[in-house]
Every structure is written in C-alpha cells, then in structure tokens.
Nanobody, 120 residues
Framework: QVHLVEFGGGLVQAGGSLRLSCAAS????????MGWFRQAPGKEREFVSS????????YYADSVKGRFTISTDNPKNTLYLQMNYLKPEDTAVYYC?????????????WGQGTQVTVSS
C-alpha cells in the first residue's frame, strides 16, 4: 500500500506561481512512475506531468509544457510540481499518483487532491 498526500494548493492570480508537493509513504520502492493529474469542474481528469523514478525522465501535457516542472526528492519520497505563468484554465483539483507497473497507463494509488484556483 502507498499513501500519498498533496500540499501547496491555493488561490493565485493569473501569471503567478505555485509549487505543489506530494509526500509518499508505504511501499514506495515498488513505484515506477509518479505523476500529476488534474480535474476541473465538469471535466474529466487529465494528465499533467509524470516522471520515471529510475531514469528521471519527465513527461508533460502540451498545455503545461514550458510552464510546469515536475521534480522529485528521492530520499524524502516527495514529488513536486512547480507551476509558473498560471492561467485561469489551470484551475482544478490536482492529484498526485503512483504507478507500480512498468507497462500500461493505469496509476495504482492516488492522493486526496489539492485545489488550485487561478483568478483572472
């Protein structure tokens, strides 16, 4: 079992920045990927960014490339998402997730989410 807790959401003006954190505990050693997803009101959950623990490879949705940066602090089992140049359309609940299989696309464990609201 893996427990994920997100921190760092809040209200920010357009053009501002926020950094989200995700503290992981439990069987984190079996995780292959960690990722960030978001869900806006009335919309489906969408992929934002992910990283592979073993290689540090990073992946981003086109909508956040150049503005968001995913990173990890491996000794602390913590995942971060630095969000710059925020836009109102970035408003959503942000979730971190952990994937424990090298294949497929499904993530196995999810945090409770943290609200990010960007005002215009």
């Amino acid at each position: 079992q893996v427990h994920l807790v997100e921190f760092g959401g809040g209200l920010v003006q357009a053009g501002g920045s926020l950094r989200l954190s995700c503290a992981a505990s439990g069987r984190t050693s079996s995780s292959y990927y960690m990722g960030w997803f978001r869900q806006a009101p009335g919309k489906e959950r969408e992929f934002v960014s992910s990283t592979k623990w073993s290689t540090g490879s990073r992946y981003y949705a086109d909508s956040v490339k150049g503005r968001f940066t995913i990173s990890t602090d491996n000794p602390k089992n913590t995942l971060y998402l630095q969000m710059n140049y925020l836009k109102p359309e970035d408003t959503a609940v942000y979730y971190c997730a952990s994937k424990h299989s090298p294949r497929g696309t499904e993530y196995d464990y999810w945090g409770q989410g943290t609200q990010v609201t960007v005002s215009s």
